[in-house]
């Protein structure tokens, strides 16, 4: 107990110091917001604080915190480190940066801001690297609570997916107040009275635990801590997949100064969110093998259930199982809402108009039902290395910014090499990639971080000298 508490109040901490330092870095200046200046009825709507942090929190959350956290239990309490310094110094920053570099420009989407700092020739890799990430995340989060529907009320799986499906198109399709505006702050509040309502069971039970603090790793395979790990838990650390969700917020916030509690202190929140599981998954389990081995026999899904039931009893599993399906719904429409101000952007078509609205997501739509009916298990299994890719790319992209404004860029430029490092000693160890030695690829991993750095040093005041 003593050791969770006291790494959700370093959490705490971090937001109250580190996020006022980074705040402070950035600058806040006062510019009129992009909802203030031009409210669209669409996209551009201002939003009351709370309403904005609600559901910044929910869309860079979902099942994320919640699965990644289990899967990272699996090595024992060092977990608990990578939450905590991770979404601190790492995850905080990139949300925080992102979503504030969005809304100076306009509340603009990723693939427009790494065409400003990167170039012209990244935009069409980019857009097409994003816009499949977000249709593959979107997809998968439409069979998976429509498998489980079909489970429970014994009916066909593809007729729940057409429902899920039909709840997307009008959900991307509507002005962001009328669906997500007026319930996802609801579906927030769930996530996190059920979370919390959890761990304080857990410490109120007998319940099997070994609570004592250890670096070692505990995985029962033996597998490496670096990089794995930090693939692992990314929702809870630091996700490149929050820089495509942060522009619809930067579109609802009415001011500047709102942006450290929506985007820093969202990330935090979801740091705790987090910490909450991934004790859950070490304390409710005698050792990580019995933990592994659950995960294998039922996936982290059922890991979710069988501590609810556990802790809560059934009611408590019903309730969880009505959660799972609710956080990846609303997970999955972002996405496509997310897909289709992306290609906005990219086509500059105005989205107050209904037909250009409607073209793009009846076409982001027909993406995500193309890939939902085609065996996408293999291609999921690189999506954790390209969201912790993509993180790196928006942190090399945040430091290019604050460099080109004379401002203190080691704050991103410290986790941005950290994560190129993460990135590549990954694809140089995983089997999926290059399958090489660990210690090889340890020695990549640095050999590619410490070279970008020193050509970012060295070629920065060419490059990206401030014109």
Excluded at 142 to 164: C, E, Y
Excluded at 232 to 240: D, F, H, L, N, Q
Aim: a positive charge; proline letters at 4%.
């Amino acid at each position: 107990m003593v050791l969770f508490l006291l790494a959700c109040a370093l959490l705490v901490l971090g937001y109250i110091v580190y996020g006022a330092l980074v705040e402070k870095v950035f600058g806040i200046t006062g510019t009129k917001t992009p909802a203030v200046k031009h409210p669209d009825g669409v996209d551009y709507i201002p939003f009351p604080t709370y309403k904005a942090f609600l559901i910044q929190f929910l869309n860079i959350a979902g099942l994320g915190p919640v699965f990644g956290a289990i899967l990272g239990a699996v090595y024992g309490p060092v977990c608990l480190l990578w939450i905590v310094f991770g979404s601190i110094f790492a995850g905080a920053v990139h949300d925080y940066l992102s979503g504030m570099l969005s809304l100076r420009h306009d509340g603009k989407s990723l693939i427009y801001l790494m065409e400003i700092y990167f170039g012209k020739k990244i935009k069409y890799v980019a857009l097409f690297l994003l816009v499949s990430m977000l249709l593959l995340v979107g997809a998968i989060f439409a069979k998976s609570p429509a498998q489980i529907l079909g489970q429970l009320t014994n009916t066909s799986m593809w007729f729940w997916l057409a429902i899920v499906f039909g709840y997307y198109f009008v959900a991307t399709l509507l002005p962001i107040d009328k669906l997500i505006g007026r319930f996802y702050p609801i579906f927030a509040l769930c996530l996190l009275g059920s979370s919390v309502a959890l761990i304080i069971a857990l410490f109120m039970q007998d319940v099997p635990t070994f609570l004592n603090f250890t670096t070692e790793n505990l995985h029962p395979n033996g597998l490496p801590l670096f990089p794995l790990l930090f693939v692992t838990i990314a929702c809870g650390a630091i996700s490149g997949f929050h820089a495509t969700q942060s522009p619809m917020i930067a579109r609802c916030l009415k001011d500047e100064k709102y942006g450290r509690p929506v985007f820093y202190g969202a990330m935090i929140v979801e740091g705790i969110i987090a910490l909450i599981w991934a004790t859950l998954g070490i304390c409710f389990y005698p050792t990580t093998s019995h933990l592994l081995a659950t995960i294998s026999h039922v996936e982290p899904g059922g890991v979710v259930s069988e501590i609810a039931k556990g802790l809560l009893g059934n009611i408590g599993g019903i309730v969880t199982i009505a959660s799972v399906v609710i956080l990846a719904i609303t997970t999955g429409d972002t996405c496509f809402r997310s897909a289709r101000l992306t290609l906005a952007d990219f086509f500059k078509w105005p989205q107050e108009k209904i037909k250009f609205r409607l073209m793009l997501s009846l076409a982001v739509l027909a993406g995500g039902i193309f890939i939902s009916v085609i065996n996408v298990s293999t291609i999921w299994r690189y999506f954790g290395w390209f969201n912790q890719t993509l993180a790196m790319f928006t942190l090399w992209l945040v430091t290019v910014y604050l460099y080109k404004m004379k401002k203190c860029f080691w704050v991103s430029l410290i986790p941005a090499v950290f994560m190129t490092a993460v990135s590549s000693a990954y694809i140089a160890y995983d089997k999926l990639f290059l399958n090489l030695p660990v210690a090889l690829a340890h020695k990549i991993g640095l050999l590619v971080a410490l070279i970008c750095l020193v050509v970012f040093l060295l070629g920065a005041p060419k490059w990206f000298q401030k014109k």
